[in-house]
């Protein structure tokens, strides 16, 4: 049971590059989610899925791009970046009213 | 909107010291609130939760009554360790809602 994982553990873009971070996990969970982290900001919410083919938009969606084809896959896309989107990248999943589980996390980086 | 406030760090405590982190909020229903730590390069994991009024969460040493009163949920701990060393995040979740409201998170660093 490897939980949620997410791919890459760092990244460097250059400014305009496209990318897109993975995240999966194997807990059958409904719900997942991206967050990012920002320096005195706590986790603020990206994108958010209830289930497959159902994605909507949390704090701060503008950059960022999600689709939820499988239970198990929810990768976020960005499709030009700027540097203002330099954080740390969280994924999480979790059952209606359950506890929430996070991946390890993606630095990234956009010069 | 629901909303998380908690005390800003960072916080320096000698081993053996007292730990408490404020945290109060806003929400609309009935929310869970919930203390989440982040050790040094890792993700978050959650600590303990409460789901209604007057419930004491509590994991490794450390505890939060759920105060629907004051609209509180402080964490604290008897005493500290170096491997407790974290940042501490406090959250809600409000009934029937799958998002997670954090607050910014407070630095605590403990010494030998």
């Known amino acids: 049971n490897a939980g949620v994982t997410q791919t890459p553990k760092f990244q460097v873009l250059k400014t305009g590059q496209s990318m897109t971070l993975q995240c999966a996990q194997d807990?059958?969970?409904?719900?997942m989610s991206w967050y990012r982290q920002d320096p005195g900001m706590g986790l603020r919410l990206i994108h958010y899925?209830?289930?497959?083919?159902?994605?909507d938009q949390g704090e701060v969606p503008n950059g960022y791009n999600v689709s939820r084809s499988t239970t198990e896959d929810f990768p976020l896309r960005l499709l030009s970046a700027a540097p203002s989107q330099t954080s740390v990248y969280f994924c999480?999943?979790?059952?209606?009213?359950?506890?929430?589980?996070f991946g390890p996390g993606t630095r990234l980086t956009v010069t | 909107g629901d909303s998380v406030t908690q005390m800003e760090g960072p916080v320096t405590l000698s081993e053996e010291a007292f730990l408490t982190i404020n945290c109060t909020y806003t929400a609309t229903g009935y929310p869970s609130l919930f203390w989440y730590v982040q050790y040094p390069g890792e993700g978050l994991q959650l600590l303990l939760k409460a789901t209604k009024a007057d419930d004491k969460g509590s994991n490794k040493g450390f505890e939060a009554t759920y105060r629907k009163e004051t609209t509180s949920f402080h964490l604290e701990k008897g005493s500290v360790q170096v491997s407790d060393s974290a940042v501490y995040f406090c959250a809600l979740s409000d009934y029937g809602d799958y998002k997670l409201s954090f607050g910014a998170g407070t630095t605590v660093t403990v010494r030998a």
């Open positions: 999480a999943s979790r059952e209606r009213r359950g506890t929430q589980y």
């Open positions: 899925s209830v289930g497959a083919g159902i994605t």
């Open positions: 807990m059958n969970h409904e719900y």
